[in-house]
């Protein structure tokens, strides 16, 4: 079974402040993605990062990919009390069947005050 | 173009009860997935489906839980005789590919059911 653990589990920061996100595994995946989750809907993809050590940014989010691809990080500049939500990581691995099973990490839930 | 649906988004059932969840994935996919969510954690994978086939139902309770993905219409997630540790959300993922690295799951806004 291939765990996904996100740290920290909860944070909460002032609006302009700077966090990182950490998604860890000891399983290497093929590809990595992020979401956002708002309450009461489903996950937003953010990005998807494919080859170790791949750096992606959007806007203000900056994804990397661990060298390995065990591991993940997500780091916000100058948060804003839109960027409020629940992060998720989640690996994609191919079994045998062909088709790209996601296991979802724990989560880390981001409360940005204004 | 109309993103993932599912309905009903609410449900609320007494225990013994059966749910039913509907999943009409994008357009032009026919790949399916089911997730759980508890609150406060992530998503849990339940079963993936193609149309007509279940592919992977590892992460599905065998007994009580079962799923469907009919040629014509939505896909079925179907809970027999719910308990009070059913209650949950209830996600749909599609995607029109499987086997490709980067392609992408499309989520639903999902069903909570919530068992009396």
């Known amino acids: 079974t291939q765990l996904l653990e996100q740290s920290p589990q909860f944070l909460s920061i002032q609006e302009g402040e700077n966090l990182t996100v950490y998604c860890n595994s000891s399983?290497?995946?093929?590809?990595l993605q992020w979401y956002r989750q708002e309450p009461g809907e489903g996950p937003v993809l953010l990005v998807t990062?494919?080859?170790?050590?791949e750096v992606k940014k959007l806007k203000r989010l900056t994804f990397q990919f661990g060298d390995a691809r065990k591991d993940s990080s997500l780091h916000i500049t100058a948060a804003q009390t839109g960027d409020t939500g629940l992060y998720l990581c989640a690996g994609a691995g191919i079994r045998n069947g062909g088709y790209q099973k996601v296991t979802f990490g724990t989560g880390t839930k981001l409360q940005v005050i204004p | 173009n109309a993103g993932v649906m599912q309905n009903p988004r609410h449900l609320v059932r007494r225990r013994g009860q059966e749910a039913r969840l509907r999943c009409s994935p994008m357009k032009g996919h026919s790949h399916v997935y089911w997730y759980r969510q508890l609150p406060e954690e992530g998503l849990k994978f339940m079963v993936y489906?193609?149309?007509?086939?279940?592919?992977?139902e590892s992460g599905m309770p065998k007994e009580r839980f079962s799923a469907e993905f009919p040629k014509e219409g939505p896909s079925i997630l179907r809970i027999q005789q719910v308990v009070r540790g059913d209650s949950a959300a209830y996600f749909c993922?599609?995607?029109?590919?499987?086997?490709?690295?980067?392609?992408?799951?499309?989520f639903g806004p999902g069903t909570r059911l919530t068992v009396l």
């Open positions: 990062v494919v080859t170790g050590g």
């Open positions: 399983s290497v995946f093929s590809s």
């Open positions: 993922a599609s995607s029109p590919l499987a086997g490709s690295t980067t392609d992408t799951q499309y």
């Open positions: 489906l193609q149309k007509e086939n279940i592919i992977d």
